[in-house]
Antibody, heavy 121, light 113 residues
Framework: EGQLLESGGGLVQPGGSLRLACAAS????????MSWVRQAPGKGLEWVAD????????YYADSVKGRFTISRDNPKNTLYLQMNFLRAEDTAIYFC??????????????WGQGTLVTVSS | DIVMTQSPDSLAVSLGERATINCKSS????????????LAWYQQKPGQPPRLLIF???IRESGVPERFSGSGSGTDFTLTISSLQAEDVAVYYC?????????FGQGTKLEIK
C-alpha cells in the first residue's frame, strides 16, 4: 500500500520561503500525477497545485500562482513544494496526495499526514 | 473556477438512521464524451488526512463500507450513509476534478444526535 510522508514545515516570517518535501513509497511514483492540498486551522480543504507524472505539466490555485512552485524528482520518489513570499494566510497543514488513476483527471486516494506551515512574525 | 456548495454545513443524526449530504456545483461536471461525473467525496476525521470514499459520483473506493453511497449527475450530488455508525462522525467534503482548479466544497460536519 502506498505511503506519503511530508516534511519541511515550520515557522517562517511573512515574506519568507520554505520548501516542503513528500517522500513516496509503496507505489510506482513516476506513473501518477501528484497534488498538494492545504487546510488552514479549523477550516476546509483547499487544492493548491498539481503536477503530471512526468513533471511536464503543472497547475496552481490562483491564491498561490507566481509564489509557489510544485516539482518532483521521480528517481528519488519525492514531490516538492517551494513556497516563496509567504503570507499569514498561507498558514495551514499541507498535505501531499496521489492521484487514484494513472491517466486523466482523478480524485486523490493516498494522502500524507500533513506538515504544518505557520507564517507569523 | 467551479464553486462547490455543500448543504447543510452541519448535521446531527441518530445512530442507525440515514444521513444525507448534498453538494452542488456551479457548472456541470458531467463529461459528455464518457458520461462520467467528475465528482468525489472524502471523509476527514479529527487529526487525520482526508479519506477517499466515492469517485465518479457513485463508485465506492476499495474498503469503503456499503452503507456509504453516492448519487447525482450534472450539478447536483448526494452522499448517503444508510445507517449511521459512531465511527462515521467526521467532516465530509465533495470535490470536482472536472477542471483545474479541482475545488472542494466547504465541508459538512456530521455528528451523532
Amino acid at each position: 500500500e502506498g505511503q506519503l510522508l511530508e516534511s519541511g514545515g515550520g515557522l517562517v516570517q511573512p515574506g519568507g520561503s520554505l520548501r516542503l518535501a513528500c517522500a513516496a513509497s509503496g507505489f510506482t511514483f513516476s506513473s501518477y500525477d501528484m497534488s498538494w492540498v492545504r487546510q488552514a486551522p479549523g477550516k476546509g480543504l483547499e487544492w493548491v497545485a498539481d503536477i503530471s507524472a512526468s513533471g511536464g505539466s503543472t497547475y496552481y490555485a490562483d491564491s498561490v500562482k507566481g509564489r509557489f512552485t510544485i516539482s518532483r524528482d521521480n528517481p528519488k520518489n519525492t514531490l516538492y513544494l517551494q513556497m516563496n513570499f509567504l503570507r499569514a494566510e498561507d498558514t495551514a497543514i499541507y498535505f501531499c496526495a496521489k492521484n487514484l488513476l494513472v491517466t486523466g483527471a482523478s480524485p486523490l486516494d493516498y494522502w500524507g499526514q500533513g506538515t504544518l506551515v505557520t507564517v507569523s512574525s | 473556477d467551479i464553486v462547490m456548495t455543500q448543504s447543510p454545513d452541519s448535521l446531527a443524526v441518530s445512530l442507525g438512521e440515514r444521513a444525507t449530504i448534498n453538494c452542488k456545483s456551479s457548472q456541470s461536471v458531467l463529461y459528455s464524451s464518457n458520461n462520467k461525473n467528475y465528482l468525489a467525496w472524502y471523509q476527514q476525521k479529527p487529526g487525520q488526512p482526508p479519506r477517499l470514499l466515492i469517485f465518479w459520483a457513485s463508485i465506492r473506493e476499495s474498503g469503503v463500507p456499503e452503507r456509504f453511497s453516492g448519487s447525482g449527475s450534472g450539478t447536483d450530488f448526494t452522499l448517503t450513509i444508510s445507517s449511521l455508525q459512531a465511527e462515521d462522525v467526521a467532516v465530509y467534503y465533495c470535490q470536482q476534478y472536472y477542471i483545474n482548479p479541482y475545488t472542494f466544497g466547504q465541508g459538512t460536519k456530521l455528528e451523532i444526535k
